[in-house]
């Protein structure tokens, strides 16, 4: 089973719009966290938004948010007024435990959003 | 600027060859790891190093070997270079306490071409 799912490939949003961009993970773990990054072309991954599993409020960087429904097991990133900048592919990751100290993270496929003028 | 630079930013190997790559981590940040990311799919795990140690690994061949300095620098090293080794490969560095360092910074990345 894919322990990070991202089921939008490709996404188009509007400038100044706001677009949501899906993530669902898969953990038995009690303690874990959920990261989104953003990746230009250029290939650097840029952190944008941490979410731990104890964290009762939403995490929110700027015009970044994360909408965490533990239940459903969902850690959606909310953008809100897209700006062209904004284009370039998303990546949902989640760090599980810290047995033996080993930190790994998964990421899932990706969502390649442009945003149109 | 996440503080992790790698070297060389952009590199063409001959299969069969070996490769060396370069990370320095952030200050502070004490646990390092190599990700390898294909065209068009997420990044992958290859190993953590914490206080010099490897302390987790991916599914990759032992081939793929690293190093971790006392000034928290790393090496990834790839011998018998395959064509499928090709891809960006990134290090990421954290801070290595329960209660603090959430965010894992992520360098540019380095472009390894194999043909």
């Known amino acids: 089973a894919q322990k990070i799912t991202q089921t939008q490939p490709g996404m188009f949003v509007q400038e100044k719009e706001a677009v949501t961009l899906d993530c669902t993970y898969d953990?038995?773990?009690?303690?874990?966290?959920l990261f989104w990054y953003k990746q230009p072309s250029s290939g650097e991954m840029i952190f944008l938004i941490y979410?731990?599993?104890?964290?009762?409020q939403n995490a929110t960087e700027g015009r970044y948010s994360l909408n965490f429904q533990k239940a459903r097991k969902s850690a959606n990133l909310v953008i809100s007024a897209s700006q062209l900048g904004d284009s370039a592919m998303y990546f949902c990751?989640?760090?599980?435990?810290?047995?033996?100290?080993?930190?790994?993270?998964?990421f899932g496929t990706g969502t390649k959003l442009q945003v149109i003028p | 600027e996440t503080g992790v630079t790698q070297s060389p930013t952009h590199l063409i190997k001959t299969r069969g060859q070996q490769v060396t790559l370069r990370c320095s981590s952030q200050?502070?940040?004490?646990?390092v790891s190599w990700y390898q990311q294909a065209l068009g799919q997420g990044p992958q795990f290859i190993f953590q190093?914490?206080?010099?140690?490897?302390?987790g690994r991916g599914n990759f061949p032992p081939r793929f070997s690293g190093l971790q300095f006392p000034n928290y620098s790393s090496e990834l090293n790839v011998n018998a270079l395959e064509l499928d080794d090709s891809a960006l490969y990134l290090c990421?560095?954290?801070?290595?306490?329960?209660?603090?360092?959430?965010?894992?910074?992520f360098g540019e990345g380095s472009w390894l071409t194999v043909v």
């Open positions: 953990t038995s773990d009690q303690s874990y966290g």
């Open positions: 990421a560095s954290s801070f290595r306490d329960r209660g603090r360092g959430n965010t894992i910074y």
């Open positions: 190093y914490y206080r010099e140690e490897e302390n």
């Open positions: 979410q731990g599993s104890y964290d009762e």
């Open positions: 200050s502070g940040h004490n646990t």
């Open positions: 990751a989640m760090r599980e435990g810290w047995v033996g100290g080993y930190q790994k993270v998964t």
